[in-house]
């Protein structure tokens, strides 16, 4: 990095993990509302993995001339801000940019956000465990907002990939909205699901009141509700069309500062788990892609540029 650029990962032509070019950019300047982020860690997502094969060039939902950025959410501090803001260069902030149709994302050194985006990162919790809560810990409050309060009577909610990142979160929020949840899971995640207390199923078996289908099993997991039940899924480009009177919609992540400010909160506090895989360089990107792509990993890479 000079003064005037900065590295960044990203992919020109789509073709997996090998298709990853690190490049330089110039560095830009923050404007009303923004804050520039000197990036310390940066986590790898499904969503990157599938950037990086093509499956949004292939639906027409990313349509950039030269390049497109990889990573949503990310932690730093901040090294300039813009007219409007009130947060300090120095200030330690998580943030979450959503969308795929981008040139710019969060595998690099610096990174351009508005501040309505980010939170402070509380005293004490580090910023390789505040990068693994934006993306995800937002996800699922989303998640849950959507299947709403569970209905009197009602109120068995099963969440597929629940050892998962998004699935993990959704067990913990979704007790608080009157569901009594139970998580899909490996056999071998049976000591995570059951530790924020859910219940365990390895098989899918029919009957539940709602779905969150984090596994993205889609029609076999809309076969799982009941008649009148609902279902959310996580591919809002493909919502299973509604069968037998159940509700059926899904989310798509957007960047909430207050609602991340509190999830970093409950992160320090030991109260929700901050879960890393491995932390690895940004020269290292395209092995963690690899490994994230063969399915398993349980916490998440985190890229320090
Ligand atoms: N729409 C949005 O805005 C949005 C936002 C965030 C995430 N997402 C999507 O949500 C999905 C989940 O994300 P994530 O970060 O939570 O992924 P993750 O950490 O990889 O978790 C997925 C989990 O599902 C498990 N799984 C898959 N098939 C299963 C099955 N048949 N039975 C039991 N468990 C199964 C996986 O286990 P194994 O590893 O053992 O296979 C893994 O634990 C991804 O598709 C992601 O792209 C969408």
Redesign the pocket.
Known sequence: MSNSTFRTAVIHTPGGPDSIDIIEVPVTEPGRGEVRVAVAAATV???DV?VANGVFHAIGAVQQPKHTGLGWDFSGTIVAAGPGVDLAPGTRVAGLIGGVDRDFGTYAEQLVVAVADVAVVPDGLDLVDAATVP??GQ?AIQIVELLGRAPDGGNRLLV??A?????GYILAFAQNSGWRVTG???PE?EEFVRALGADLVTDTTPGWDAVAD????QGEALELVRDGGIFVG???EDVPAPIRGIRTG????HPDGAKLAELLARTASGELPARVHSVVPLDRVVDAHKTVAK????GRYVITP
């Open positions: 997502n499904p969503v599938a993306l995800n996800t597929t990939g050892a998962g990142a998004v699935g899909l899971a490996r995640d984090t596994a993205t099993l996580v591919l809002p899904a989310i798509m992540a399915g398993g990993v349980r």
